[in-house]
């Protein structure tokens, strides 16, 4: 595993240690309302699709989900290690999220391609769709609630890096 002091990452913001957690409610709080544009896309199928929501969601989706997870693998995963309390298990968490992260990334590049062809109105299977966002949206729901209950539980905002644009 990579320490806090690992190899530069090419993001300004990250190696600067200008993202904290604060950031990382924040961008859980996006996935979160993208779930909730996906569900309703998903609640809209097959007869009342709004074919410009779609395209929204299918050009959000792989950016939102590889940004917070790069955050999370290369800065919060490391710090969380770092902590005191590190132990085994934590680190068998760590291991299981950064393969969901995988996971959740090749099915947000395919729900990305299904939503494209949906919103410029080619023929799709509808209920093959339709269960691809309900599989998608749900479990990144299940992935933020586990984060936010068991891995981020009783980790304050200020023990990571603030934003240095953040005023105090």
């Given at each position: 595993m990579a320490g806090p002091n690992a190899a530069k990452t090419g993001n300004a913001r990250l190696d600067a240690g200008k993202w904290g957690l604060d950031w990382l409610h924040r961008?859980?709080?996006e996935q979160l309302a993208l779930c909730h544009e996906l569900e309703e896309i998903a609640d809209s199928l097959p007869g009342s699709v709004n074919r410009q929501k779609c395209i929204y969601a299918a050009k959000a989706l792989g950016p939102l989900i590889k940004g917070i997870h790069?955050?999370?693998e290369t800065v919060l995963f490391p710090q969380l290690q770092a902590a005191g309390e590190a132990n085994?298990?934590?680190a068998s968490t760590l291991e299981r999220l950064k393969f969901e992260h995988c996971e959740d990334e090749c099915f947000a590049e395919e729900l990305?391609?299904?939503l494209l062809r949906?919103?410029?109105g080619s023929a799709v299977n509808m209920e093959a769709v339709g269960y691809m966002l309900r599989g998608f949206f749900e479990g990144l729901r299940r992935h933020i609630a586990f984060e936010r209950e068991h891995l981020l539980m009783g980790?304050?905002?200020d023990d990571a890096p603030a934003p240095a644009d953040q005023v105090s």
């Amino acid at each position: 595993m990579a320490g806090p002091n690992a190899a530069k990452t090419g993001n300004a913001r990250l190696d600067a240690g200008k993202w904290g957690l604060d950031w990382l409610h924040r961008a859980q709080e996006e996935q979160l309302a993208l779930c909730h544009e996906l569900e309703e896309i998903a609640d809209s199928l097959p007869g009342s699709v709004n074919r410009q929501k779609c395209i929204y969601a299918a050009k959000a989706l792989g950016p939102l989900i590889k940004g917070i997870h790069h955050y999370e693998e290369t800065v919060l995963f490391p710090q969380l290690q770092a902590a005191g309390e590190a132990n085994d298990h934590l680190a068998s968490t760590l291991e299981r999220l950064k393969f969901e992260h995988c996971e959740d990334e090749c099915f947000a590049e395919e729900l990305t391609d299904a939503l494209l062809r949906l919103g410029s109105g080619s023929a799709v299977n509808m209920e093959a769709v339709g269960y691809m966002l309900r599989g998608f949206f749900e479990g990144l729901r299940r992935h933020i609630a586990f984060e936010r209950e068991h891995l981020l539980m009783g980790v304050r905002p200020d023990d990571a890096p603030a934003p240095a644009d953040q005023v105090s």
